[in-house]
Nanobody, 119 residues
Framework: QVQLVESGGGSMQAGGSLRLSCAAS???????MAWFRQAPGKEREEVAS????????NYANSVKGRFTISKDNTKNTLYLQMNSLKPEDTAMYYC?????????????WGQGTQVTVSS
């Protein structure tokens, strides 16, 4: 059974940095993993994704140049380095994974970690 556990959220002033982690257990030969976020009253947004085998990455325009997704295969852990944080980055952040290509649907989700950015 796949389990995803996020950590690293918190409160930060605008301009600061945070690093989110997602520890994965269970069958971990994913096709892709991704970070999503959802702010109150807004739809869920895919922030960044990474292909497990090729490490090819993709980012939402709103975070390009500020966020970096990466993974450590030895630790089965996914990361999201968030720099130059803005108040509009405030949201619950979720880690997700899928075994199915082309990664247009994610079957496994973590419980989320809150990120709050103040101006």
């Amino acid at each position: 059974q796949v389990q995803l556990v996020e950590s690293g959220g918190g409160s930060m002033q605008a301009g600061g940095s945070l690093r989110l982690s997602c520890a994965a257990s269970g069958p971990t030969l994913y096709a892709c993993m991704a970070w999503f976020r959802q702010a109150p009253g807004k739809e869920r947004e895919e922030v960044a994704s990474i292909q497990w085998r090729t490490t090819s990455t993709n980012y939402a325009n709103s975070v390009k140049g500020r966020f970096t997704i990466s993974k450590d295969n030895t630790k089965n852990t996914l990361y999201l380095q968030m720099n130059s944080l803005k108040p509009e980055d405030t949201a619950m952040y979720y880690c997700a994974a899928t075994h199915m290509w082309p990664c247009n649907r994610y079957d496994y989700w973590g419980q989320g970690t809150q990120v709050t950015v103040s101006s």
